[in-house]
């Protein structure tokens, strides 16, 4: 791997110009971070900065808000953060602290979280709209209509109280969607990471090994490569592959069962998501080899339909007529295709969406439909394609032979000017190349 990637400051004060630009001049924006949570009495889940927060100023401590105020004379970019406490620090590890906020992180200024109460009503007197993510945090939710309320409050006397409530994610949606240059280098390293996780998965499988042994290796390359889970690794053998978001991965696997393996790094903020479904024993057997290639074939026609200016939708589309005409070839469905594409008989076999958007979370932001219809990819774009097969292990209707296999093949996919770049092509994919690499 190269060495650690930085994400340049200018990044950071480009995409705020662009939201305050967005927002308008009588606007203010309020983004709290994201809060810590207890996991037992008094032990924290690792902490996890809001990524909105993240997208805007890479600031990674907790108790802290960014306020753009646009067109405010004495600085439009401010955040309250906790202050520097040598007791604390000696604990908790170091902190920014106001000064040295606006230094690393380029704001305008910076004032003590505890300075919020008093400084805000003030902020927001004079301006007409509010974006703010309302219904996420309840706590801060009731703090801001205080806020608002003493500034009404205050009418007699002149103030001018916003007016206009509106949703944050209106605009940050929309600019999170579309990764820069910067972004796709980062997300690039998450697959990169995760391709070597999945690797090592691969070449660690044997009959009877346990999935949580599996999950282990995939987890040992993210944190080796300085990343960490982008989400809780899925390690399903046998049956368990059928499960859509198994979470258990303490089952052992038996000779002659496929392994699903759905898991991804997150690189500095930005995460992988890849799957592949590769047989324990280095082997795929007749009926696993037939659904996984019929899996491989739906992803490259989904995969086809990844340029610019075609529906969001068509990739979905697209797989789900491949799978359907391969399961009716195959004998799982019976009758014509179009009886069973219009009346959706496939959802036996496959459930969800072939995709979806991809970037600082894993479910990323932004909308897969414009006033009703799906909406066209553009450049910049980066989502999963992400097929899947699974039979139920007690569905009586099909033949034995088809029984509890489970398999889903995913990879992460940008939009280029001229068509796509798959970010995770160097993993192996098909029945062939898997058994290669498990052969070595």
């Known amino acids: 791997m190269n060495a650690a990637l930085s994400m340049p400051a200018k990044a950071y004060v480009r995409r705020r110009k662009q939201l305050m630009t967005m927002a308008g001049d009588d606007a203010i924006v309020i983004v709290p971070s994201a809060n810590e949570h207890i996991r037992s009495r008094d032990t924290h889940y690792p902490f996890r900065q809001d990524s909105d927060l993240s997208y805007l100023t890479g600031f990674p401590e907790p108790e802290s808000v960014l306020v753009l105020v646009p067109g405010r004379r004495h600085g439009e970019t ?12 000696a604990w908790d590890g170091p902190r920014y602290g106001p000064e040295g906020a606006v230094e690393a992180f380029g704001l305008d200024d910076a004032y003590p979280i505890a300075d919020l109460d008093d400084i805000l009503p003030g902020l927001l007197e004079g301006r007409s709209r509010v974006y703010y ?3 996420r945090d309840a706590e801060f939710d009731l703090k801001l209509i205080g806020w608002l309320n003493r500034v009404r409050a205050m009418v007699r006397q002149g103030a001018q109280p916003p007016h206009e409530f509106l949703e944050l994610g209106h605009l940050l949606d929309e600019l999170r969607l579309f990764k820069d240059r910067d972004e796709v280098r980062f997300m690039q390293r998450a697959a990169d990471i995760s391709v070597l996780a999945h690797e090592a998965a691969m070449r660690a499988a044997r009959p009877g090994v346990r999935e949580y042994e599996l999950q282990a290796e995939i987890e040992c390359v993210f944190r080796r490569h300085d990343a960490e889970p982008a989400y809780g690794s899925i390690v399903g053998a046998g049956s368990n592959a059928c499960v859509l978001h198994y979470r258990a991965n303490s089952a052992a696997s038996q000779d002659g069962d496929l392994v ?3 898991a991804g790094a997150e690189y500095r903020g930005y995460a992988a998501d890849i799957t592949r479904t590769f047989p324990v024993n280095g082997r795929f057997s007749a009926p696993q080899r037939a659904l996984h290639d ?3 074939a739906a992803q490259a026609a989904a995969l086809a339909q990844a340029r610019p200016g075609v529906a969001y939708e068509a990739g979905h589309l697209a797989a789900v007529e491949t799978l359907t005409e391969g399961l009716l070839q ?4 019976k009758g014509k295709l179009e009886k069973n594409l219009a009346e959706g008989h496939y959802k036996r076999f496959y459930r969800h969406k072939t995709g979806h958007w991809l970037g600082m979370d894993v479910h990323d932001v932004g909308e897969y439909r414009l006033d009703g219809e799906s909406r066209l990819l553009e450049p910049g774009m980066v989502f999963t394609i992400e097929p899947g097969l699974y039979v139920s292990p007690d569905d009586s209707s099909v033949d034995p032979k088809w029984r509890g296999i489970g398999i889903r093949t995913e990879d992460d996919v940008l939009i280029t000017k001229d068509g796509h770049q798959v970010l995770t092509d160097r993993l192996a994919r098909s029945a062939d190349e898997i058994e290669a690499l498990m052969g070595r």
């Open 260 to 262: 699903l393996v759905d």
């Open 294 to 296: 019929l899996v491989g």
């Open 133 to 135: 993510h309302f219904g």
């Open 330 to 333: 195959l004998g799982l469905l």
């Open 78 to 89: 401010l955040l309250f953060c906790r202050e520097r406490d040598r007791e604390r620090e």
